[in-house]
């Protein structure tokens, strides 16, 4: 059982910062793939950013140049640093893991809301 747990959403007003954290715990593979997806009301859930376990990133190009993904030091923990945050970055954010081909193993968290908003 693979369980992802995040934390760090809330309400900031626009040109501000926001951390979020996801621990992954379980039984993980090692070579996999950790990321962030986002859902805003009304549209359909969209990639934020991924890290690989050799930590290789992929960004969205909405977030270039503002978010950075990174993985902690026990491999199984993911953050997103969001800067200079827009009313546009708003919607729920999900954190994903995933590994294999055929069967693909694919996880998600709860979800954590993040409002920019003045």
């Known amino acids: 059982q693979v369980r992802l747990v995040e934390s760090g959403g809330g309400l900031v007003q626009p040109g501000g910062s926001l951390r979020l954290s996801c621990a992954a715990s379980?039984?993980?593979?090692?070579?996999?793939?950790m990321g962030w997806y986002r859902q805003a009301p009304g549209k359909q859930r969209e990639l934020v950013a991924t890290i690989t376990s050799g930590s290789s990133t992929n960004y969205a190009d909405s977030v270039k140049g503002r978010f950075a993904i990174s993985r902690g030091n026990d491999k199984n923990t993911v953050y997103l640093q969001m800067n200079s945050l827009k009313p546009d970055d708003t919607a729920v954010y999900y954190c994903n893991l995933r590994w294999g081909y055929r069967p693909l193993m694919d996880y998600w968290g709860q979800g954590t809301q993040v409002t920019v908003s003045s």
């Open positions: 379980g039984n993980i593979f090692s070579i996999n793939v």
